[in-house]
């Protein structure tokens, strides 16, 4: 078995069901270099446990998910998820300071679905500007960058009202790009038919602060948040997509990040080998000139 592209990052969704411990120690026994890491299990040992526990590993750690969820209207609800994102601000910034050289600090943000009775999309994206201008200076002054998250549009009413990468861009315009940029992730824009120019638009602008892929395979099962596939297994053509992230200048780890049941319900150092194996063959090729 060939060693495993040295920029891979498993994002420790895709290994759901491993605690840190055994996340890390997967990782590194499948030849893994980098890993992202979730803020439950994070949080399961305490955030000192777990930096020292990233740091004994000698992992870069690649991104913080998630935060988020800012689209609630103005009341006790809203503070409370704006105070929980400066306590997800702060955990980045402390896991990134233990992870390995060349380690990064960025906080994936997940924008919010529509309020429960609402309909007022444009109102629910001016939501989330606001609630990442009241987060930007907590972000600069720890040296984390906000990264903004598109989603596929078949979650814009309950998930994540930012559906493509040209509407994260347009929010992260306000915004210094080493303190607010977006995540490229290519599940829920390889669709887009302005894909290419918005990854060149997000180069341009500095923006791209995490790069990941996974694949999009039809039949969706019943929850579509569950569809998500190995590279290689399904439809995206991974090629120009990384190209443009490539020729944007960006020299970061690419993360790996599955959600599906089955995959989460295989032996954890298995899934690794086998997201190693498919960034090897689909993703792989396209990161030499």
């Given amino acids: 078995m060939n060693a495993p592209d040295p920029r891979l990052s498993i994002n420790q969704a895709t290994i759901k069901y491993a605690d840190l411990a055994t996340a890390l120690r997967v990782t590194v026994e499948a ?43 103005e009341g006790p609800a809203r503070r409370a998820s704006i105070d929980d994102n400066r306590v997800a601000i702060e955990e980045a910034a402390v896991l990134a300071a233990a992870g390995a050289e060349g380690s990064t600090a960025t906080l994936v943000l997940v924008a919010g679905g529509l309020p429960e009775g609402s309909r007022d999309l444009v109102g629910a994206r001016e939501r989330v500007r606001d609630a990442i201008g009241e987060l930007a200076p907590d972000a600069a002054a720890a040296g984390v960058t906000l990264a903004i998250e598109p989603l596929h549009p078949m979650y814009a009413s309950d998930r994540c009202v930012v559906a493509t990468l040209g509407q994260a861009l347009d929010i992260a315009a306000d915004f210094d790009p080493a303190v607010v940029g977006v995540t490229v992730d290519t599940f829920h824009i390889w669709w887009d038919p302005d894909v290419i120019s918005s990854i060149q638009r997000a180069g341009r602008e500095r923006r791209i602060a995490t790069y990941q892929v996974c694949d999009w395979k039809t039949p969706l099962p019943l929850d579509v948040l569950l569809g998500r596939h190995y590279p290689g297994e399904g439809v995206i053509d991974f090629g120009p997509m990384t190209r443009a992230v490539l020729a944007s200048g960006y020299d970061r780890d690419i993360e790996v990040e599955i959600f599906n049941e089955k995959v989460w319900a295989t032996d954890p150092l298995e899934v690794v080998r086998r997201t190693a194996a498919g960034f090897g063959s689909a993703v792989s090729p396209h990161l030499t000139a």
């Fill in 31 to 73: 030849g893994v270099q980098a890993i992202g890491l979730w803020r439950e299990p994070v949080q399961a040992v305490g955030l000192t446990e777990a930096a020292a526990m990233l740091a004994d590993s000698g992992l870069r750690f690649t991104t913080h998910c998630r935060g988020g969820f800012f689209t609630i209207p």
